[in-house]
């Protein structure tokens, strides 16, 4: 038994190692594979099904994201509406972004420690704006964002089989529903 822990622990540690050489990796790639390898080992088995653990690495994801975004639109929105959807975007997936972490310490699961390369593109396109500009944008990737988010928080809590993490999707729906309607009517009083 302590020879196959002293080479799950060995193979992890390699498989990092060789994560952190490979800049074409990002964290959330990392956190996927770190996931497989615990799914797949008897002595470190991960506490929640894969599609529970891939739901919770692409939620962690998107809330690291969604908090960047916010604090750019904080400083660059040119709009008083636009700044202040940054902040409650802030507030509130910083929030979420907390609970998940708790969720991910307690199903075992790794997440990324940052937003992934996607995400990244994206928040170095927005940087690289301003004005009317930035606002337009940051509007429309938050309508796009949020789609995309409700999609995938309703399939989690239909498909998801850890009780803990299908009440998460559940619980933070609404808030995504919010935050969608709130920035499609920021857009239609800009229009």
């Known amino acids: 038994m302590k020879k196959l822990s002293l080479w799950v622990s060995v193979i992890i540690i390699a498989l990092s190692v060789n994560a952190c050489k490979n800049n074409k990796h990002d964290s959330v790639s990392k956190a996927d594979s770190l996931n ?42 040119m709009s008083k509406q636009v700044k202040n959807f940054g902040a409650m975007m802030v507030t509130d997936h910083s929030k979420i972004n907390d609970f998940i972490r708790a969720l991910a310490v307690t199903k075992n699961i790794s997440i990324p420690k940052a937003p992934g390369a996607e995400e990244q593109k994206v928040i170095r396109k927005l940087s690289g704006k301003s004005g009317r500009d930035f606002d337009k944008a940051y509007i429309n990737d938050m309508i796009y964002d949020h789609k995309a988010d409700i999609k995938l928080f309703e399939t989690a809590s239909k498909k998801c089989l850890d009780p803990d993490v299908k009440s998460f999707a559940v619980k933070t729906l609404p808030v995504l529903q919010e935050h969608l309607d709130a920035i499609n009517a920021i857009k239609d009083s800009m229009e």
């Open 36 to 77: 497989k390898v615990k799914d797949t080992t008897k002595s470190l088995s991960i506490a929640v099904d894969r599609v529970d653990a891939e739901f919770t690495v692409k939620a962690a994801n998107g809330g690291m994201a969604e908090v960047e975004l916010g604090k750019i639109a904080q400083q660059k929105g």
